[in-house]
């Protein structure tokens, strides 16, 4: 299994909206409707943000959505704010094992 | 509320064994709800699937298939407790391991804070 694609960078000023993709196959994000997206601050364990591709967890900001379509999931944040600079990773179910994307480094500007 | 904690050595030498333990507090490892997982994340790069178990009827295991010759993945129930096993490790399996509760819709919804393996002789 192959990690899924994310680009290495994202980059927003506050206020504004960012779109993080994450490339998968039809053995992972396109077969199935498990994609999650995890926030990673430095030093610290990683945060569900978006699960089942669209659904947030309680205490999560509606600025945080997601979709997919076809092979591709992403994650939207809108209206940026300080506190969003982090990594971001998405996951997705392959067929009895489980696949990561590289992470996106979020920079709010 | 449930908690999850890593804990064993932080140095282990080439070629050797590293086993880490993760002690599962506010929630049963029983649940036939949920898998028990460990992800691992080298400095500076991205989380890595290492495998995971769960129970329903009998214990099964699921493990990345780059990694499946040498791992080891149990349950203790007596001790609410799953481990890991890494045989033969190498510089390369240098990183922070995480354990973490995966529901049963494929998200990991409770982590541990991670722990730092060193492999170095």
């Known amino acids: 299994q192959s990690a899924l694609t994310q680009p290495p960078s994202a980059s927003g000023s506050p206020g504004q909206s960012v779109t993080i993709s994450c490339a998968g196959t039809s053995s992972d994000v396109g077969g199935y409707s498990y994609v999650s997206w995890y926030q990673q601050h430095p030093g610290k364990a990683p945060k569900l943000m978006i699960y089942?591709?669209?659904k947030r967890p309680s205490g999560v900001p509606d600025r945080f959505s997601g979709s997919k379509s076809g092979n591709t999931a992403s994650l939207t944040v809108s209206g940026l704010q300080a506190e969003d600079e982090a990594d971001y990773y998405c996951s997705s179910y392959a067929g009895g094992n489980v696949v990561f994307g590289g992470g996106t480094k979020l920079t709010v500007l | 509320q449930v908690q999850l904690q890593e804990s064993g050595p932080g140095l282990v030498k080439p070629s050797q064994t590293l086993s880490l333990t993760c002690t599962v507090s506010?929630?049963?490892?029983?649940?036939?709800?949920?898998?028990w997982s460990w992800i691992r994340q080298p400095a500076g790069k991205g989380l890595e699937w290492i495998g995971r178990?769960?129970?329903?009827?009998?214990?099964?295991?699921n493990y990345n298939p780059s990694l499946k010759s040498r791992v080891t993945i149990s349950l203790d129930t007596s001790k609410n407790q799953f481990s890991l096993e890494l045989t033969s490790v190498t510089a390369a399996d240098t990183a922070v391991y995480y354990c973490a509760r995966m529901e049963w819709l494929e998200y990991f919804d409770y982590w541990g804070q991670g722990t730092l393996v060193t492999v170095s002789s």
């Open positions: 506010g929630g049963s490892v029983s649940s036939g709800s949920y898998y």
């Open positions: 089942e591709v669209t």
């Open positions: 178990i769960y129970t329903r009827g009998s214990t099964n295991t």
